[in-house]
């Protein structure tokens, strides 16, 4: 089944400043890559996504990255802000069979002032 | 614009009790997940439906049956409850587009059960 590796599991950066996080997925038949944000004791929230046959999407100051060939996928935050301290998971699925999500180990986010 | 829905929010159960998750999808949509989520854990898939079929299993317990109804509400049934059931229980649900399948899932804002 699908595995996917999520780095680092902690990043405190400081208001103003970029943070990324680094995905890996071991399913080549893996095709659909969303991002979670989930703040304590809530519902994860879909931020951003990505589809196999595009290599960078871009929303405000969100934007995801995918390498297919190296099946490695990353997310860009830039301009930080306190509230967008979370916890933050990738996850990896296929699209038309079995669509469940596999999600990384999720990254903890800090942003300070 | 209308969410996943489910309930109760919260549940206390003694050890080897029953319990009854339910989940109302976004209205027009045909699939749901059930995810648990331990402390400090990624969400693990347990089962999805679609057009009120089994469509994936996941880590579920035998311990533990779904189904959705022909409404689509889908409701998680646990018998012979466990202390390490105690998690956040995720109901998810999508639309199938012919094009690219099931895909974006939407997270209902879960139930909290407490087993004692």
């Known amino acids: 089944g699908e595995n996917v590796e999520q780095h680092p599991s902690t990043l405190s950066v400081q208001e103003g400043d970029s943070a990324v996080i680094k995905c890996t997925y071991s399913?080549?038949?893996?095709?659909?890559f969303p991002w979670y944000k989930q703040e304590l004791g809530k519902r994860p929230q879909l931020i951003i996504d990505i589809r196999s046959n595009v290599g960078e999407k871009k929303d405000q100051r969100i934007a995801v990255t995918l390498n297919k060939t190296a099946k490695h996928f990353s997310l860009h935050i830039t301009e930080t802000q306190p509230e967008d301290s979370a916890v933050y998971f990738c996850a990896a699925s296929r699209t038309g069979t079995a669509s469940k999500l596999t999600f990384g180990t999720g990254t903890r986010l800090q942003v300070t002032l | 614009a209308a969410g996943v829905i489910q309930s109760p929010r919260h549940l206390i159960k003694e050890k080897r009790e029953t319990a009854t998750l339910k989940c109302y999808p976004i209205p027009r949509h045909d699939t749901v997940y059930w995810y648990q989520q331990g402390p400090g854990q990624d969400p693990q898939f347990l089962i999805s439906?679609?057009?009120?079929?089994?469509?994936d299993k996941g880590s579920i317990p035998d311990r533990f049956s779904a189904q959705q109804f022909s409404d689509y509400h889908s409701e998680l049934n646990m018998s012979s409850l466990e202390l390490g059931d105690s998690a956040l229980y995720f109901c998810?649900?999508?639309?199938?587009?012919?094009?690219?399948?099931?895909?974006?899932?939407?997270f209902g804002p879960g139930t909290r059960l407490l087993v004692l």
């Open positions: 399913d080549s038949a893996s095709n659909y």
């Open positions: 998810a649900s999508s639309l199938t587009q012919r094009d690219r399948g099931r895909e974006t899932q939407y």
């Open positions: 439906f679609y057009e009120k079929m089994q469509s």
